[in-house]
């Protein structure tokens, strides 16, 4: 490792992992920000999925203030963060087939809605079933991923294929095999990982690009306010009482 501190070199490496998805990504995330409004303005409705801490990004577009209100969680029992004991459940959850298409035929996504997968490796079951499965169903499926993942490793699906084979927008995030940014001689292993901060500022960039498309073509996007501020739940309120039909966290 190099001169500066360990907080000053990650600090670095994610800045520099932020430029590179900014300067590399624009054209992907031009396209996202598009699909999403395109389906808000046909009347679908906008569902964000990820295990593991893939589902961190995830949850970080929901009920959010500043952000659009009818993004929808879908969780899958189990792999929702680490909220189960032992947490290596969690990650045996994701290797289990037919999982996915379980956790669709039980939820209100239908044809016409929008699928925001989110998965770093992009190598197990369950996130390349889940856009298999949204695709299947008439979704559109954006792919938030790390492209090296499919040159370096194999995957854990019975096609030999990954999320990124699966979408109609894929997001690199960049993030290198493995998700750890720094070295050290007298520590053993790499550390400091890096791709829950790129993944949720490239998800952030695609909602505020899909807000603007909005606004370009004239649609009030449906932003939530936060509550902590004057008259923030009044707008709320409003907001969903206006989309009820395809806000889902709230019932």
């Not at 070199?9 to 900014?22: K, T």
């Not at 295990?51 to 961190?56: C, E, K, R, V, W």
Request: contains cysteine.
């Amino acid at each position: 490792m190099s001169d500066g501190t360990p907080a000053d070199l990650f600090f670095d490496a994610a800045i520099g992992l932020l430029q590179r998805v900014r300067d590399e990504e624009g054209e992907a995330i031009a396209a996202a920000g598009a699909l999403l409004a395109d389906t808000v303005a046909d009347g679908g409705r906008l569902f964000a999925f990820g295990a593991g801490h893939s589902s961190l990004a995830a949850q970080d577009v929901v009920y959010r203030a500043g952000g659009l209100a009818l993004m929808n969680l879908l969780a899958v029992p189990g792999v929702v963060g680490v909220d189960v004991t032992p947490a290596t459940l969690g990650s045996a959850l994701e290797r289990v087939d037919g999982l996915a298409g379980a956790v669709l035929d039980t939820s209100p996504v239908r044809a016409g809605d929008t699928l925001v997968i989110i998965s770093l490796s992009g190598r197990n079951a369950l996130p390349v079933e889940m856009a298999l499965g949204a695709r299947a169903r008439g979704l559109k499926v954006i792919g938030v991923t790390s492209v090296a993942y499919a040159a370096e490793t194999t995957s854990r699906h019975s096609s030999g294929t990954f999320l990124k084979d699966h979408c109609d927008i894929v997001l690199d995030s960049k993030i290198a095999v493995g998700d750890a940014e720094l070295t050290l001689d007298t520590i053993p292993a790499p550390f400091a990982p890096a791709s829950t901060v790129v993944t949720t500022a490239l998800l952030q960039a695609v909602m505020a690009t899909t807000a603007a498309a909005l606004a370009d073509r004239g649609i009030e996007p449906p932003l939530l306010r936060s509550g902590n501020v004057d008259g923030g739940h009044e707008w709320n309120g409003r907001v969903m009482a206006q989309y009820g039909d395809r806000i889902f966290y709230r019932r």
